[in-house]
């Protein structure tokens, strides 16, 4: 009688499983950098996808400000927004502010989640003074966010008010440090 392959396969069925596993590796490693790549993976029903797209084809110009309602603050770098174009319908995305990096919710400590709860408060704060507009937008790292330079009626730069602040530190892509490293004990 003939040995069973296990689970069932044949041996065909074990020759293409590796070819399998290196293949679903492949499109997993693809996966965060589809915004950089020419072709798009379907996202039909991501909203936040859809809407940050059509953002930035419509922007424009650089020094273009466009006004924003504030919906919520995430946390003390990034926001939700309705973001009104000149065409078109109003359309929500979530914003990073340019240049910074702020302590996470998520906190690894609780030092980096006290930081964390003040710069959300600040940003709130700042966000509060009115006629918040948006610049200078670009795509960010995550889909369905953007990045871009942030004013409102009293505070040109909220990036910069940040950072003076204190509730953030400069950013500029790539890794970024832990919060609970930075804090004396």
């Known amino acids: 009688m003939f040995a069973r392959a296990p689970f069932g396969l044949s041996s065909q069925g074990r020759r ?42 419509q922007a424009g ?23 009104h174009l000149p065409a078109g319908p109003d359309l929500t995305t979530r914003v990073r502010l340019r240049g910074i990096d702020a302590p996470e ?9 006290q930081m964390a709860e003040a710069a959300t408060s600040a940003l709130r704060e700042v966000l509060g003074q009115g006629d918040v ?5 670009g795509p960010d790292k995550y889909q369905g966010r953007i990045v871009a330079d942030v004013g409102t009626r009293t505070t040109d730069n909220v990036s910069a008010a940040m ?23």
């Not at 950089?36 to 084809?57: E, G, K, V």
């Not at 507009?133 to 937008?137: E, M, P, Q, R, T």
């Open 105 to 113: 919710l998520k906190a690894a400590c609780p030092q980096e989640l």
């Open 16 to 57: 293409t499983l590796p070819w399998l596993f290196i293949l679903a590796v492949a499109i997993g490693a693809m996966l965060p950098i589809r915004q950089w790549a020419p072709w798009r993976l379907p996202y039909a029903f991501d909203r936040w996808s859809r809407d940050t797209d059509t953002i930035l084809r």
């Open 61 to 83: 110009a650089p020094e273009i400000r466009h006004p924003v309602d504030v919906i919520r603050t995430i946390d003390g770098d990034t926001f939700v927004a309705r973001v």
């Open 163 to 185: 950072l003076a602040a204190g509730h953030a530190r400069p950013y500029n892509g790539g890794h970024r440090l832990g919060w609970c490293a930075n804090v004396t004990r």
């Open 133 to 137: 507009a948006i610049y200078h937008v």
